[in-house]
């Protein structure tokens, strides 16, 4: 039952991640007739996406636990390349996603090792935000764990569907600046 709930949950805080990107986007541009159609064409693609997704519940192990901290890994990495270093977001991203792409070829034998480089890869997206939004670690701590979640959440869901591990990324930002937001206030 636990398990359904978390797939659940993961599957429709993805769903209002989309929607309020969009709502965002037609915001900044009321007043341009392509926008509002690009939205009416992404909201269209979107419901046909979620409707064609399925919500079966895996079990969740040890292994999920690994792969929270590997987006951790990631994260942290990149963030600190970027920050403290003085590399750009991206090249820091790349380096530590074409590091964790090498994992696989050492363990060939572990099937747990394979899906290492997407859990990285997708911390090294947590790792670059911008340094405006994400000024401390707490912030990135907070968002790679919230992603490492929503990953394990939907890890047999949107196959095949680009920008799975941006839009994890971006909803565990979001998600870590509106909490420590709210906390910094109240102090």
């Known amino acids: 039952m636990f398990k359904k709930h978390v797939k659940n949950l993961s599957f429709f805080l993805i769903i209002l991640c989309h ?27 979107l419901f046909i996406t979620y409707k064609k997704t399925p919500l079966n519940s895996v079990d969740h192990s040890f292994e999920h636990v690994l792969t929270i901290g590997f987006v951790f890994f990631g ?15 991206v090249l820091s991203a790349s380096l530590v996603g074409l590091i964790a792409s ?12 394979q899906g290492v480089p997407t859990a990285v890869y997708c911390g090294a997206f947590v790792g670059m935000t911008n340094i405006n939004v994400s000024t401390d ?14 990953l ?9 569907v680009g920008g799975k591990l941006g839009t994890l990324a971006f909803a565990g930002v979001v998600f870590a ?5 709210v906390i910094f206030q109240w102090v």
């Not at 709502?23 to 693609?45: H, K, T, Y």
């Open 75 to 89: 994260a942290i990495i990149t963030y600190v390349l970027s920050s403290s270093f003085g590399l750009s977001r």
């Open 19 to 45: 929607l309020g990107f969009l709502a965002a986007i037609l915001f900044e541009n009321q007043n341009n007739i392509f926008v509002s159609a690009f939205i009416i064409l992404s909201l269209i693609l």
């Open 152 to 160: 394990v959440g939907t890890k047999d869901t949107f196959h095949g």
């Open 177 to 181: 600046f509106l909490i420590t937001s």
């Open 137 to 150: 670690y707490i912030i990135i701590s907070i968002a790679s764990a919230t992603t490492g979640l929503l």
């Open 102 to 113: 090498f994992v696989p070829n050492l363990f060939k034998r572990s099937g747990f090792a």
